[in-house]
C-alpha cells in the first residue's frame, strides 16, 4: 500500500479510474483520503463515497455500466474490466435464444427502472444472471437502487483487488 499511498493525483486516477466504471470522479473523490491502511481500507472509501450520493447520483454510476451481453458487449467495446467479466460469467458466449432473451429483459428493465440491471459477473454465471434479471425486474425502484449499488461494490472490492495486484507487480518489478 506504501506505493499506493504515494501516487500522485493522474497515476491514482489511472491506477483506480475504473474501479467503478467510467469512474474517475469516485477515484478522484478518494485520494485526498489517503493514505490508506489496507485494501478493505481503499475499497471502503469508495463504498462510502456511493453511500454518500443522493439517489440521484447512485442511479448515474449504475448508469455508466454496460448492460450485460447488451450492445457494448456485441460491438466489442466494453471497458477492458467488463470484457473479462462478462466473459467470465459466459455472457459473451451466448445461444441466439439467451442473448434475445437478455436483451428484452434489459430492455424492460432501464424502461422500469432508468438505469441498467447491474450484477457482479465474477459471482454469478449466465444462468443465474438471466435469473436475477427476471426477478429483480419485479422490484420496486428503491429496491434495484440499492441492490444495483450494492452489486456495484461487490464488483469494486474485485478491481481494487486488481489494481492493488498490478501496482504491487510494478514495485517488484523496479526492485
Known sequence: MDEINALSWEPFIQQFGNVVEHGRIVAGAIWGLRPFADTKALHEAVCEFMDS??????????????????????ANQLSSESAQEQSSAGLLNLSQEESNLIADMNTRYKEKFNFPFVICARENKKVVIIAELKSRIHNSKDAELEKGINEVKKIAWYRIVDATAMESKSAISKM
Do not use: F, M, T, V
Not at 454510476?61 to 451481453?69: F, H, K, Q, T
Open 53 to 74: 450520493l443522493p439517489p440521484n447520483g447512485k442511479e448515474s454510476i449504475l448508469r455508466c455500466y454496460p448492460d450485460p451481453a447488451g450492445r457494448l458487449a456485441q
